[in-house]
C-alpha cells in the first residue's frame, strides 16, 4: 500500500488565493534493485491563473510530481511523504473516493500522446461526453451537446460530425485539441499539460500554445505546463521551475530566469538550445556527462559531476553539503551570489547572444 507521511513541522501554505501549495513532497518507488527516490523535497505554489512551466532532462522528476498531484501513482510500490494542498484539501491523504470526485472535475491532465491517452474503442465525443455526466450529472443528450461545443470551441472544424469519429480518424494535432477539450470539459480549476506539443510540428505547436493560453484566460484555469523545451516555456509560463535529478535547483519568473539565469544547469540548458542566429553547421554544446542514477545519486549537489564550475566553490562542499532552495526567486547552488552574477555576465551571457 502507499506509504503517506505528513510533513513535520511544515504547515501548508496555499498562497494569497489559496490554490494549490506542495511542500517537502518526496516520492519513492520500490523496485528489485532498491528504493528510488523520483522526487526529493519539492515545494512550490501556484495560483488561479497562472502557468507554472517545469523544465528538466527525462528523469528529473518532473511527470512523477504531476502523477503525483493527480493521485495516479501505483499504491503498491510507492511511498510519499510531504503535502499537497489543492485548494485547502489536502490531496496526499484523501481517499480514492476523493480523489476520483477531483480528477477530470476540478483537476485535469493532457497526456503527451494522444493516441495512447484515449480509448480506439469510443467515439472522440463520447469520450468527451462521459466525464461531464460523471461529474456533472447532466443527460447524454446534454453531454454530447456539451462535448460538441468543447469541440468547436478547441478549433475542430465540423464538430457535430467530428465528434463521432474514433481516434485513429484524427491527425495528430486534432488528436491533441480533443484531448484539450476532454481535460476542460468540467471547467477545471487546475490543469496539468505533461509535454502536449511534443510530438507535434511547429505549426501545429503554436496553433495548441495559443489555445491553451486562449482558454486560460476564458476560464482562468491554473496551469502546470511539464516541457524540456525552453523556447515553449518562454512562450506559455509565467514562472518555471527547474528541476534535476528530482530536485528543484532553480525558480522564479519567466523573465528572471530566461534572462538571468543563476544555476549552472539552467546555464547548460540555454546553452544547449539550438540558435537561429548561428552559422550552419555550428555544432551545439550539451551538457557534459550524462543525468545520475536516482538508485544511487550523488551526495551533496546532484549536478556536482557534471558542473564545470564546482571547483570555484570552497572546500568540498558541492560533494557533501546540499544546497538549499530558498523561496521565490532562488537557486540551490553553493557558489556565491556574486560569483553567479560575475559568471553569467562574463561567461554565459556571451555564448547565449
Not at 484539450?180 to 496539468?192: F, K, S, T
Not at 535547483?249 to 547548460?268: A, I
Amino acid at each position: 500500500m502507499t506509504t503517506v507521511t505528513k510533513a513535520e513541522g511544515a504547515p501548508a501554505p496555499t498562497g494569497p488565493d489559496g490554490f494549490l501549495s506542495v511542500r517537502d513532497l518526496q516520492v519513492t518507488f520500490s523496485t528489485e534493485d532498491g528504493p528510488v527516490k523520483a522526487v526529493d523535497g519539492l515545494s512550490f505554489d501556484l495560483h488561479r491563473g497562472r502557468t507554472l512551466g517545469i523544465v528538466g532532462e527525462s528523469g528529473s522528476g518532473k511527470s512523477v510530481t504531476n502523477l503525483t498531484i493527480l493521485g495516479l501513482h501505483d499504491p503498491l510500490f510507492t511511498t510519499i511523504d510531504g503535502e499537497i494542498v489543492l485548494d485547502g484539501k489536502e490531496l496526499i491523504t484523501a481517499t480514492e473516493k476523493e480523489m476520483e470526485r477531483l480528477r477530470g472535475n476540478r483537476v485535469a491532465m493532457i497526456f503527451q500522446d494522444p493516441l495512447t491517452a484515449l480509448s480506439p474503442f469510443y467515439t472522440i465525443g463520447r469520450q468527451i461526453a462521459e466525464p461531464y455526466m460523471k461529474h456533472s450529472g447532466a443527460s447524454k443528450k446534454a453531454a454530447w451537446e456539451r462535448a460538441v461545443e468543447m469541440l468547436a470551441k478547441v478549433g475542430i472544424p465540423n464538430p457535430g460530425e467530428r465528434a463521432r469519429d474514433y481516434p485513429h480518424q484524427f491527425s495528430g494535432g486534432m488528436r491533441q485539441r480533443a484531448m484539450i477539450a476532454m481535460a476542460l470539459v468540467c471547467d477545471p480549476d487546475l490543469l496539468i499539460a505533461d509535454e502536449p506539443t511534443t510530438a507535434l510540428d511547429v505549426t501545429v505547436q503554436a496553433q495548441i500554445l495559443d489555445l491553451l493560453k486562449d482558454l486560460q484566460r476564458e476560464f482562468g484555469t491554473a496551469i502546470v505546463f511539464i516541457t524540456h523545451d525552453l523556447g515553449v516555456i518562454a512562450d506559455m509560463a509565467d514562472d518555471i521551475m527547474v528541476m534535476y535529478a528530482g530536485r528543484a535547483v532553480e525558480r522564479g519568473t519567466v523573465d528572471e530566469v530566461l534572462r538571468s539565469p543563476q544555476h549552472p544547469y539552467t546555464w547548460g540548458l540555454l546553452n544547449s538550445m539550438p540558435r537561429l542566429d548561428s552559422d550552419l553547421g555550428t555544432p551545439l554544446s550539451p551538457i557534459p556527462g550524462t543525468p545520475p542514477s536516482l538508485l544511487t545519486p550523488p551526495s551533496g549537489c546532484r549536478f556536482h559531476p557534471r558542473c564545470t564550475f564546482r571547483d570555484r566553490v570552497g572546500g568540498n562542499r558541492c560533494t557533501t553539503e546540499r544546497p538549499l532552495l530558498a523561496p521565490d526567486r532562488s537557486s540551490a547552488c553553493h557558489l556565491g551570489e556574486e560569483q553567479k552574477r560575475t559568471i553569467f555576465v562574463e561567461e554565459i551571457r556571451p555564448r547565449l547572444g
